[in-house]
């Protein structure tokens, strides 16, 4: 595999440079620097921090804006001036993929808790993109400062920017729970996340739950955490069970639908109204497709769809009519367009900021406690190191107060005056350097009162992180109060932090009802020939004699039908096939094989074909003269492979496919020895598939037709002259017998084609 890279033009040794090529292996060569490229983009831009839920261009950002100090109280800067300080300093990519990430935290409806306050064209959720960075200006957020808390004292490790020249926080303090909060996506090389949004106030009381109860179950957790909140709204319809396998598993999905009302117009008419679509939904592209649909006679329940939106999102749905079912039409409106979408959880994030795990919620709030733990450690410690470093100053402070008139002396006549004060009082070069910098006003009376009380709180503070540092059970509920205090801030009785997404149930429907609805409703005849070729014409024809075939073939079954209607197909393999008659081929022409629609055995032939009805059953029969009657409900076939009904296996093969009457009790089985037997019906058992029952014994031959029919009505069949033929029950008494049994020579008048029809 080994492969020498020579110079154009020369081989290895030819040329001043020919004693530096070295031999590299290719494979070894390409897996080192693939799996470099895999590391850099899983690490350091696909997938997001567990405990600041942010990715590095993002934290890059907030980090450049917290340094030109642009916080929630400030002025506005222009984007242009942020991007810049983003790219020149710590992020070194393109200047408009770092504005997008900047636009798309500032949009309320992408972000459910912005992180940029951004004043100017940021975008809408038509999809229209946002104004230039040169015209817009932004800040950050409450969201922001919280994320941000303690990044002056010492809460996070810093590391050199991309030049060196600067540094750059790892990990935010993140004193928000943003990473659930406000969500995430991304693909890696191999692997994605997809974290969508979330309620913080009830993330907080999660993980106020979890520091009590650090092994609480998912059942208690759900109870808290009910499912996303989408800063768009709309209405969750997944089951409890999905949305807690979901949290268990970090693994999952959401179906999330349109919110609709319905609207009462003038004359007993009415529209529905969309207030909220699903997330990451675009309104334009949502109504073109419904648009779209409307023209292409997909969606026949709806007349038209307006968009009345303003600053809230307002979709306007007609009814074709004022009788049309308006959930009906809804549940047709949800399975074809985007009013009902799916938002996926997959929660692939850098556990500890370093390893690339799937994570379930348990699991990333409680990373993000352990982290905001850090946090406090770390904070409480920096504190702590800045008032033993202001004690010994106001010690020594206190110190020259009580030797004021020696200090003044040292400094007046002493040449080393820093040194004969640290020998004279015993000081420290730190205490003696503050007193030589003390100010002449320093020297008042009440200063040195203020310096009491600030050396009396200050060891009274250090008392207490001492305390803290020393006890984790003080820890947890320092970090239990600064969660109830962001929970308190971003409360369901907020603007921002009220709950927007509710759940629901989707609407008890028949599923085939909204199928029909979706089809427009127009009579056709579908014809079939003997060599299996399929279609359909408009209108009912009344004469079959027309119909034109391809040489050598003829007409094998026509009938009358609608577009909403199935179509049943039932072959010598034992097995039917479902067709719907909107998708048969049309037009022109003598249609297609119908063997291109459906997985036929290449052996097998079709025997019946006819409009589906739910309510009726069927006698289907083998050669062998075996059967059995099956409710035609059982017979529906859901995919191209079909349904096996009855069992047969070569030579034997399906032959009979029979209607059964609502009152038909009897059976004639004519076999094709010529002989007739009549029986109760009861007799033949109803089954959902099977090898059948015998219905007629021979002792050469089969089957040749079955038919049911009402005892009180009699038998008929029509000769080869089209005459119709009549028996009693009585005339044919001779007839009568017992299933199974062998039966006796047809009655004179009976075809000779042996069927009763």
Partial sequence: MGKQLIPPGGDDNSGSGGDNIASVDLKAALEERYLAYALSTIMGRALPDVRDGLKPVHRRILHAMRILRLDPNSGYKKCARIVGDVIGKYHPHGDQSVYDALVRLAQDFAVRYPLVDGQGNFGNVDGDNAAAMRYTEARMTEVSTLLLQGMDEDAVDFRETYDGEDKEPIVLPGAFPNLLANGSSGIAVGMATSVPPHNAAELCEAAQHLIKFPNAGFDKLLEMVPGPDFPTGGTIIESRETILNAYKTGRGGFRVRAKWNKEDTKRGGYQIIITEIPYQVQKSR??????????????????????????????????????????????????????????????????HGKVPKVLSLRDVLREWLDHRKDVLIRRSKHRLKNIER?????????????????????????????????????????????????????????????????????????????????????????????????????????????????????????????????????????????????????????????????????????????????????????????????????????????????????????????????????????????????????????????????????????????????????????????????????????????????????????????????AGEGLSWIDGGGRTHLRSLDELVEFVGERAQAGRIVPRGFPKSGKFE
């Avoid at 600030?454 to 320092?478: N, R, V, Y």
């Avoid at 029952?693 to 009402?710: I, P, S």
């Fill in 286 to 351: 949502l109504i073109e497709k419904i648009a779209e649909l409307l023209i292409a006679k997909k969606l026949v329940l709806l007349g038209d769809v307006r968009d009345e939106s303003a600053e809230d999102i307002r979709l306007v749905l007609e009814p074709k009519n004022r009788t049309v079912d308006p959930v009906l039409l809804m549940e047709s409106m949800f399975k074809l367009t985007d009013l009902e979408s799916r938002v996926s959880l997959n929660m692939n994030v850098l556990s």
């Fill in 390 to 710: 202001r004690l010994e100053i106001l010690g020594g402070f206190l110190i020259a107060y009580l030797n004021l008139d020696e200090v003044i002396r040292i400094i007046r006549f002493e040449d080393h005056p820093k040194q004969m004060m640290m020998t004279t009082f015993e000081i420290t070069d730190l205490q003696a350097e503050s007193i030589l910098n003390m100010r002449l006003r320093s020297l008042r009376k009440l200063e040195e009162f203020e310096i009491r009380k600030e050396f009396d709180d200050l060891s009274k503070e250090k008392a207490g992180i001492e305390e803290l540092l020393a006890s984790e059970d003080q820890q947890w509920k320092t970090i239990h109060w600064e969660i109830g205090q962001v929970k308190k801030k971003f409360g369901k009785d907020t603007e921002l932090g009220a709950r927007r997404t509710d759940f629901g149930e989707a609407a008890e429907v028949d599923l085939e009802a909204v199928q029909q609805a979706m089809i427009e409703k127009e009579p056709v005849t579908v014809v079939v020939s003997e060599k299996g070729w399929i279609r359909t014409l408009r209108g009912h024809l009344a004469d079959f004699a027309t119909l034109t075939f391809k040489e050598g073939d003829a007409l094998k079954a026509a009938f009358h039908a609608e577009t909403t209607d199935k179509v049943l197909m039932f072959t010598t393999a034992g097995k039917f096939y479902t067709l719907g008659a909107d998708k048969l081929p049309g037009g022109r022409g003598h249609g297609e094989p119908v063997r291109v629609m459906v997985d036929m055995d290449n052996d097998a032939d079709i025997i019946s074909i006819f409009v589906h009805n739910p309510k009726r059953k069927l006698l289907i029969a083998s050669s062998l003269g075996n059967g059995f009657v099956v409710p035609e409900a059982g017979t529906i076939a859901n995919t191209r492979k079909g349904k096996q009904v009855l069992n047969v296996k070569m030579p034997v093969e399906a032959v009979i496919c029979s209607f059964v009457g609502a009152g038909d009790d009897r059976v004639a089985v004519v076999g094709e020895n010529r002989k007739l037997l009549v029986f109760k019906l009861e007799q033949i058992p109803e089954m959902g598939r099977g090898k059948g029952v015998r219905l007629q014994r021979y002792k050469d031959g089969g089957v040749k037709d079955v038919k049911t029919f009402e």
